[in-house]
């Protein structure tokens, strides 16, 4: 049975979460200025290798109109590639150019950084303790 604590709890990481994600979302230089959309499909390629354009627009519950202007502008950028598919020739599968690659590792140093500086000057160790034993807890919500 759910309680009022759960709720409160549930709330409160909801909302920190959100304002992680927005911080940690300024903390980036952002080349090209990508879009959060553009981000997202440049982070699932990230993690998947290669992806169908719908998969993507599947994934992120986008337009297949929508889909192919962020790919077009990727492609422009030079962060994403197309080819045809070996399975299916009249597919095609997207996937991250070395400079695409090397722009989310980028990213996602300077935000880890920026984390870790702030977490540096903000906590002493018996808190950073704290904030350890907390994440080794809420690593298991993905998974469940």
């Given at each position: 049975m759910i309680t009022k604590e759960d709720q409160a709890v549930a709330q409160a990481l909801r909302d920190l979460v959100t304002?992680?994600?927005r911080r940690l979302r300024k903390q980036i230089s952002n080349p090209g200025a990508l879009?959060?959309?553009?981000r997202n499909v440049v982070g699932i390629l990230m993690n998947q290798q290669d992806a169908f354009p719908s998969e993507l627009g599947s994934q992120l519950s986008l337009s297949s109109q929508f889909m192919s202007q962020i790919l077009n502008r990727l492609e422009?950028?030079?962060?994403i590639t197309r080819r045809s598919s070996p399975d299916d020739r009249r597919k095609t599968l997207i996937s991250l150019t070395k400079k695409g690659r090397r722009m989310v590792e980028n990213s996602r140093q300077e935000r880890e950084e920026w984390l870790a500086t702030v977490i540096s000057a903000q906590y002493n160790s018996r808190e950073k303790k704290l904030i350890k034993e907390a994440l080794a807890l809420?690593?298991?919500?993905?998974?469940?």
């Open positions: 304002k992680m994600t879009s959060i959309a553009e422009g950028l030079d962060y809420l690593s298991v919500i993905p998974e469940l």
